[in-house]
């Protein structure tokens, strides 16, 4: 494993939390060779991260198990990138945006052995 990914301050979880109303999951997919995949959000009245280069994620949903699930539904939906392309690296801590202090945003990081195939939505 490249020397750097060894030097990331992670969170291990045994289990993903479970998620709920305001939480958002957003996956950091890395690249043995130090690559990170960033997205372009596209134009979206009221959205106020509208054309903001950002991680693949989104909105925990009710039929999210947890999480893990909310990410791994949102990097398929968005970047077509299937969980057999990743490995749960950990969590890094939640946040809240200022401008949206009651969503809470959990980052998972992921290893891509090698860059994935991506189709954007």
């Known amino acids: 494993m490249a020397d750097w990914i060894t030097r990331l301050t992670l969170i291990k979880r045994e289990t993903a939390p479970p998620g709920g109303r305001g939480d958002c999951a957003v996956s950091a ?8 995949l960033l ?29 893990l699930n909310t990410a791994l539904r949102e990097v398929l939906e968005e970047v077509g990138i299937g969980a057999e392309h990743l490995r749960l690296l950990g969590w890094l801590t939640p946040r809240s945006p200022r401008n949206r202090p009651e969503l809470t945003v959990h980052p998972l990081v992921f ?10 939505a």
């Open 29 to 36: 997919i890395l690249t043995m060779d130090g690559s990170v």
């Open 111 to 120: 290893l891509a052995m090698e860059k994935p195939p991506v189709r954007l």
């Open 39 to 67: 997205i372009k959000r596209g134009y979206r009245s009221g959205d106020p991260w509208s054309r903001h280069w950002a991680l693949p994620g989104g909105f925990w949903k009710e039929q999210d198990v947890s999480l």
